[in-house]
């Protein structure tokens, strides 16, 4: 079966095509996906290492389930929609899902699953928007509901390539840190995707799932990193120490993980020390914040860091 996707620093193998993911690009890991039965992917799994099972609500008000196997594999679960296998070796992954047809399934991979199993092949994660601009990457990190998406949708609008709707995954590659794109795909409110060149796929958890033309595709060093504050007063980006912690309530990450800490800031580290590290705070319309962050991201300490790359 030939590689023909990439996504999360992943290129993807398999019959299992997924809207809006670019083509495989060279020097990324390899997963399998496939699309198998309940009874498949249960007489492959090797049984809960421990009782319990992180639980998250996701957007749509279904239940999130993460747990590891007896085996070292990763069992995933979306409600009663699917539930999702990563194999010990981290290679492969087993989609089950209850009705292969729905969208809402492919969503939870493309947004979540596909995410962790980075992280399990050792990428991190930010829970962050991102863009691509000339100088690089811009992510725009901030808690459910601070307008991510929004504003991304609003940068696309003005020429910048989507990298990312609500995860980057960040990592080591021939350049140095990196952020790694993870699809076309952009959550929007009814109503959001005017003026945007976009493809509607349909409308789940009330928000509309869309993919976006001109997205990037290829891994490409972070310009920086905007923290994302709703206030109030007018907008405005304010310069950060460059500090790994500031970041850390953004990091993303698997239950029980072990020794990882020291590399996972090592890695953020860098990402803040070659880019920048900006807030972006006030109450304003997104069309007002992008007017600001694109000034501030196109300014000459910015032009420097892409200069220096």
Same mark, same amino acid.
């Given at each position: 079966m030939a590689t023909h996707q @990439?996504?999360?620093g992943l290129n993807l193998r398999g019959p299992l095509a997924l809207p809006g993911l670019g083509e495989a690009a060279s020097g990324l890991s390899e997963l399998e996906l496939l699309l198998v039965g309940a009874a498949e992917l249960e007489a492959a799994w090797s049984g809960a290492a421990t009782p319990g099972s992180w639980r998250g609500a996701l957007r749509d %008000? /279904? $239940? !999130?389930?993460?747990?590891? %196997?007896? /085996? %070292?594999? !990763? +069992?995933?679960?979306?409600?009663? $929609?699917a539930r999702y296998l990563l194999d010990p070796s981290f290679e492969r992954l087993l989609c089950a899902p209850r009705t292969p047809r729905s969208l809402a399934w492919r969503r939870v991979l493309l947004s979540r699953v596909l995410p962790l199993v980075a992280i399990a092949r050792g990428y991190e994660a930010l829970h962050a928007a991102a863009v691509r601009t000339p100088t690089g990457i811009v992510a725009l990190a901030g808690a459910s509901g601070a307008g991510k998406s929004t504003l991304a949708a609003e940068l696309v609008r003005r020429g910048y390539g989507l990298a990312g709707d609500d995860v980057l995954v960040v990592g080591r590659h021939a350049s140095g840190a990196a952020g790694f794109p993870g699809g076309a795909? &952009? @959550?929007l409110e009814p109503g959001g995707e005017k003026g945007l060149d976009a493809e509607v796929l349909g409308k789940l958890g009330g928000k509309l799932w869309a993919i976006v033309d001109g997205a990037a595709s290829e891994p490409a060093p972070v310009a920086a990193i905007v923290l994302l504050e709703r206030g109030e007063g007018p907008a405005e980006v304010e310069e950060l120490p460059p500090s790994p +912690?500031? &970041?850390?309530?953004?990091m &993303?990450? +698997?239950?029980? $993980? $072990?020794?990882?800490? %020291? /590399?996972?800031?090592? +890695?953020?580290a860098d990402l803040v020390e070659s880019g920048r590290l900006l807030r972006l705070s006030g109450d304003a319309s997104a069309a007002e914040m992008a007017e600001i962050l694109e000034r501030a991201v196109a300014s000459p300490a910015m032009a420097a860091v892409g200069e220096s790359r």
């Open positions: @990439s996504a999360f %008000g /279904a $239940e !999130l389930t993460i747990r590891w %196997g007896r /085996a %070292g594999d !990763l +069992l995933c679960g979306y409600g009663d $929609e795909h &952009l @959550s +912690l500031t &970041l850390a309530p953004f &993303l990450g +698997l239950p029980d $993980e $072990e020794g990882r800490a %020291g /590399a996972r800031f090592a +890695l953020y």
